[in-house]
């Protein structure tokens, strides 16, 4: 009995690290892949070239009504299939999010698609210094 729960906590063990081995994993190759794509940048060169293209915040609306970027236009990830055609190609895009995850998931998207002059602010709004607008 004693060596049949060891041997099920044991299996237990293995499985969660392989499900974290994976989740790691992951992470990894969306930041490879995101720096192909893209070009993650601080937010000082993000302020000096987020007015020559397009600013899009990738957060939910609460999120965004609660502060955002000034001159950014709202385009929730869970919306972004719908709303992608909105955006110009012929354009820089400029991205940003809560921190960098849903920016680079959708630079692999919109690269995918033909887009070429991709920026993603670094540490997302969450480190932002630049100016804020807070909607009603």
Do not use: C
């Given at each position: 009995?004693?060596?049949?729960k060891?041997?099920?906590?044991?299996?237990?063990?293995?499985?969660?690290?392989?499900?974290?081995?994976?989740?790691?994993?992951?992470?990894?190759?969306?930041?490879?892949?995101?720096?192909?794509?893209?070009?993650i940048?601080?937010?000082?060169?993000?302020?000096?070239?987020?007015?020559?293209?397009?600013?899009?915040?990738?957060?939910?609306?609460?999120?965004f009504?609660?502060?955002?970027i000034?001159?950014?236009?709202?385009?929730?990830?869970?919306?972004?299939?719908?709303?992608?055609?909105?955006?110009?190609?012929?354009?820089?895009?400029?991205?940003?999010?809560?921190?960098?995850?849903?920016?680079?998931?959708?630079?692999?998207?919109?690269?995918?698609?033909?887009?070429?002059?991709?920026?993603?602010?670094?540490?997302?709004?969450?480190?932002?210094?630049?100016?804020?607008?807070?909607?009603?």
């Amino acid at each position: 009995m004693i060596l049949q729960k060891i041997s099920v906590w044991g299996i237990i063990d293995v499985v969660l690290l392989v499900i974290l081995l994976a989740i790691v994993g992951n992470q990894l190759y969306l930041w490879q892949k995101g720096r192909r794509v893209a070009k993650i940048v601080e937010n000082d060169e993000f302020q000096k070239g987020m007015h020559r293209g397009q600013l899009i915040d990738l957060r939910e609306k609460d999120s965004f009504n609660a502060g955002h970027i000034m001159g950014a236009r709202n385009v929730p990830f869970g919306q972004f299939r719908v709303m992608k055609n909105s955006i110009r190609k012929d354009m820089p895009v400029y991205l940003y999010d809560q921190g960098k995850s849903l920016s680079t998931r959708i630079a692999i998207k919109l690269h995918k698609d033909g887009y070429k002059d991709i920026y993603i602010l670094k540490s997302g709004f969450e480190r932002w210094n630049g100016r804020v607008k807070k909607s009603k």
